[in-house]
């Protein structure tokens, strides 16, 4: 499965986003999907996922309240709603996809898609 990213762009805080991920293959039930980001001179942040099959969602604490991860089964694509922009958000998100949630959440992922760059100003 190829997982392919977009959406990024440059916002000024306050503003908002929706990303997208769309994968080439089929998609199981037991997948997990997933967002991370990178800052200039950070480690990878794990950002939010959700279970293909059930659509349970996840959310690290920089975002909860704030940014929303949900599935199209139809068009197999991901998306990550941002709203309420800080210039902290600002990074390169990549979408990823396993089938151990435990392996999303923490970075390791078998398939990551190439990332979308995400600019918020202030």
């Known amino acids: 499965v190829q997982l392919q990213a977009s959406g990024g762009g440059l916002v000024q805080a306050g503003g908002s986003l929706r990303l997208s991920c769309a994968a080439s293959g089929r998609i199981y039930s037991s997948a997990v999907m997933g967002w991370s980001r990178q800052a200039p001179g950070k480690e990878r942040e794990w950002v939010a996922a959700?279970?293909?099959?059930?659509?349970?969602?996840y959310y690290a604490e920089s975002v909860k309240g704030r940014f929303t991860i949900s599935r199209d089964k139809a068009e197999n694509t991901v998306y990550l709603q941002m709203l309420s922009l800080k210039p902290e958000d600002t990074a390169i998100y990549y979408c990823?996809?396993?089938?151990?949630?435990?392996?999303?959440?923490?970075?390791?992922?078998?398939?990551w898609g190439q990332g979308t760059l995400v600019t918020v100003s202030s």
């Open positions: 959700i279970r293909w099959g059930v659509g349970n969602t």
């Open positions: 990823a996809k396993d089938s151990d949630w435990a392996k999303v959440v923490s970075n390791k992922a078998d398939n």
